[in-house]
């Protein structure tokens, strides 16, 4: 249980949910983790001393991810506290749920920059200091295949942007060792999508496993990609969705 020990990670958003127990995972591999967050400051310190507990670094840096500024100026941040980075984590996200007449430009180019163009910029400049064993991993979503209902076309059509963008880093960057994939996280309970909440019954009915995820579930899988086990795979997409594209 200690195959990070000496790597340096980045998780967006890892202030809450999903990129809390990522992050938190990763520095229980043996990771130095910097994490970014928008809005919730007290979320960051708390996963931060839940790390340095835990006897890792961490470093929790304000940027907004719809800012590419702010993005690129985390990655290089996280290079200059603990100098280097071996994995990258693009999981910031946010949920716009309208009806396709509601839809803005505005909200459209929000809902990209978040979700698309950080991780991009990210991914760049993150490449330009990773060695052979880098490790990409987007987080994706189990709609970016399957829809399953209104509302989410902006959002489905972003999140099916990462596998796209997955498979191209894994082309440009596989020549250096470096890997890129895209996790599809199903219904997992977090802020953004409580399993008590109204709607949950109907998620669940969708799920051959008939229960929300846990965010440790895809912490899981990101830890395995990061890790020696995710050495020889590049360029896939993985679904933990409790059987949601099934
Ligand atoms: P939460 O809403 O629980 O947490 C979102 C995280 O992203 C927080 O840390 C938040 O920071 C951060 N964030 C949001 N907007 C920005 C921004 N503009 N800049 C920087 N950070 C930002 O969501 P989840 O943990 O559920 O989701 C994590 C990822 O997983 C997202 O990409 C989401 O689309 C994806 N996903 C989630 C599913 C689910 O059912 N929960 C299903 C499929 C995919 P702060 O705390 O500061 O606001």
């Given at each position: 249980m200690a195959d990070l020990i000496g790597k340096v990670a980045l998780v967006t958003?890892?202030?809450?949910g999903i990129g809390a127990a990522i992050a938190k995972r990763l520095a229980r591999e043996g990771a130095d983790v910097a994490l970014t967050y928008v809005s919730s400051a007290k979320g960051a310190s708390a996963v931060v001393a839940a790390i340095e507990a835990n006897g890792r670094r961490a470093l929790a840096i304000a940027a907004d991810s719809a800012d590419p500024q702010a993005v690129a100026a985390a990655v290089e941040r996280t290079v200059a506290e603990?100098?280097?980075?071996?994995i990258l984590v693009n999981n910031a996200g946010i949920f716009p749920y309208e009806p396709l007449e509601a839809v803005t430009l505005d909200s459209f180019d929000r809902t990209m920059a978040i979700h698309v163009r950080a991780a991009f910029v990210a991914a760049q400049a993150a490449a330009r200091h990773m060695g052979t064993g880098g490790r990409i991993i987007n987080i994706g979503s189990c709609?970016?295949?399957?829809?399953?209902?209104?509302?989410m076309t902006v959002y489905a059509a972003s999140k099916a942007a990462l596998t796209g963008l997955s498979k191209g880093l894994a082309q440009d960057l596989g020549p250096r060792g470096i890997t890129a994939n895209v996790v599809h996280p199903g219904?997992?309970?977090?802020?953004?999508?409580?399993?008590?909440?109204?709607?949950a019954d109907l998620q669940r009915q969708g799920l051959p496993l008939g229960r929300f995820g846990d965010a440790d579930d895809v912490a899981a899988t990101v830890a395995h990609l990061a890790?020696?086990?995710?050495?020889?795979?590049?360029g896939a997409a993985i679904a933990v969705d409790g059987g949601f594209a099934a």
């Open positions: 958003g890892g202030s809450r603990f100098g280097r980075i071996d709609l970016a295949d399957r829809t399953g209902g209104p509302n219904p997992t309970d977090t802020d953004m999508n409580p399993a008590q909440a109204e709607g890790g020696q086990g995710g050495r020889f795979i590049t």
